[in-house]
């Protein structure tokens, strides 16, 4: 007689599993909670102990550790040295397995003590999955739930087919690969390990990536918290991939500052950054930062939204806005707009490393966490508190932007942005350009660049528009002559020493 172990933490669906493998002619081998649960179900069910003739120890850690059953699973049925061996050793088949694990996954990111999280590595399960997948030609093996329908409509026919088979065992692989990936994480305290392993598990397919050509699927950390992980769509369209990366960067971006405050985006790049008294406050200067590409963008608070807030957020067409809450009647103001996506954020950034696909390998690197609040006067004019007040802000602004960048920032808002630029001249030409627009004026504001000047062509180009100040990192070999150049402008300026290139 054929035999079937089930053991699952997760019990769904696990009661028309076993009754399917009964009705074919198995004997159901259980362990602790899962067989009281099947034996009051009413299945009969032959405990674990009755084979391994052990009785369960450690707490439960071991029960299935045991040739008796490894034996079974891993046994060749068609090598004749195998099957005599079980023979001599009065171990038995075991044909099937049905097995999930442990919430590692779920409690790692819980409120509660190391050693109990430590409790919630599954050992006995991701043992006994890999043993039968490892013999899956003559092992049925079944560690996801949403796999019992497609397993018992074979079995109806009479034979679980070998594709089947073999998907199902590259699952389980697939499974305990991620399984350790997070209990690795959570015990290595090396930044940077020999292996990088990550545990990431799909929570959606996307319609398509950037280009509707183009296939994807978003992955959610299972190691650490973040915004993927933990936001509640509160209504709208599906996200698309476009949004979901334009989402990460506003998100962060929105957070570098501890005001209210909002980051319009497009394309990956700030278009509209301010802080205000309020949200509304704040939108409203975000909006006025650029007018033009906010529309379609992506639109990013750090406080609850008002009502107030909603009403003029509504007044042109956004792809998403995410905040950490709502009110109530900002909610309703949204529904007129059923296509909009609203996002609510249910934890802050929390990402401590960028990782990047290139061809062959990963990059991987330490996220670019806080700015430099001081600054080291370089001119003979000295900043204003104002301006170095500007000058906070506009560095908290420009960390997101794509470099090169440079920002025109004026009373803690961006008034031109301009990133990506092959050359740092055409960043500060463009950025001052766009401040000018719609009778602006960029007269006595700050100039933030996200790295040193190596020709002194963007002061120059600065006085040509009456900028008030500005705040760069330093580090040329030609600092003297940006130095030179503003001291001649009477311009005040100042370094960081702290780059933020971000490609």
């Not at 939108?283 to 406080?303: C, L, M, T, W």
């Not at 170095?388 to 440079?406: H, V």
């Amino acid at each position: 007689m054929k035999r079937v172990l089930i053991s699952v933490y997760d019990k769904t669906g696990v009661e028309k599993m076993a009754q399917s493998f009964s009705d074919n002619g198995y004997e159901i081998i259980s362990t602790g909670g899962t067989a009281r649960y099947l034996k009051e179900k009413g299945f009969k069910v032959i405990d674990i102990s009755e084979i391994t003739h052990f009785k369960e120890m450690l707490d439960g850690r071991v029960k299935t550790l045991h040739p008796k059953i490894h034996g079974g699973l891993l046994a060749i049925r068609s090598n004749l040295e195998h099957m005599k061996t079980l023979e001599e050793e009065n171990i038995g088949t075991v044909d099937a397995v049905v097995v999930n694990l442990y919430p590692f996954f779920d409690n790692v990111h819980k409120d509660i003590d190391f050693d109990e999280k430590v409790e919630f590595i599954d050992i006995g399960g991701p043992t006994m999955l890999r043993s039968a997948a490892k013999n899956f030609r003559d092992v049925i093996v079944i560690c996801d739930p949403t796999d019992y329908d497609e397993v018992i409509e074979q079995m109806k026919s009479g034979e679980v087919s070998f594709k089947t088979r073999k998907r199902l065992a590259g699952k389980v692989f697939n499974l305990t690969s991620a399984y350790d990936a997070a209990i690795s994480n959570f015990l290595l305290d090396e930044e940077y390990p020999e292996y990088l392993t990550l545990s990431l598990r799909k929570k959606e397919q996307l319609r398509y990536g950037e280009n509707p050509h183009q296939r994807a699927a978003l992955y959610e950390n299972m190691s650490e918290k973040g915004l993927m992980n933990h936001f509640e769509q509160i209504q709208g369209k599906k996200l698309s991939y476009n949004n979901i990366n334009d989402l990460d960067v506003a998100f962060k971006s929105v957070y570098e500052f501890d005001e209210p405050a909002c980051v319009g985006l497009k394309h990956k790049c700030p278009c509209g950054v301010a802080i205000g008294k309020d949200t509304a406050e704040a939108y409203q200067k975000a909006y006025e930062s650029d007018p033009v590409s906010i529309f379609g963008g992506i639109v990013a608070f750090n406080r609850k939204i008002t009502s107030k807030t909603a009403a003029k957020l509504v007044k042109i067409f956004l792809e998403v806005i995410v905040a950490p809450d709502y009110e109530d009647e900002a909610l309703e103001i949204f529904k007129k707009k059923k296509n909009l996506r609203i996002l609510k954020s249910l934890v802050k950034p929390t990402n401590n490393y960028a990782i990047n696909s290139v061809d062959g390998g990963m990059l991987i690197q330490s996220t670019d966490k806080g700015v430099v609040e001081e600054f080291k006067t370089v001119t003979t004019a000295q900043p204003t508190s104002e301006q170095i007040t500007d000058m906070a802000f506009g560095i908290k602004a420009i960390k997101n932007c794509t470099s090169n960048a440079i920002l025109i920032v004026k009373d803690q808002q961006t008034l031109g942005i301009c990133g990506g630029q092959v050359n740092r001249i055409w960043a500060a030409q463009q950025a001052l350009e766009r401040a000018n627009m719609d009778e602006k004026t960029s007269k006595g504001a700050v100039l933030v660049s996200d790295a040193f000047f190596p020709f002194s062509d963007v002061v120059q180009e600065a006085a040509k528009y009456g900028i008030g100040a500005i705040v760069q990192p330093g580090g040329s070999i030609r600092d003297k002559d940006s130095i030179q150049e503003a001291d001649n402008n009477n311009i005040p300026m100042a370094f960081t020493g702290v780059r933020h290139f971000k490609h």
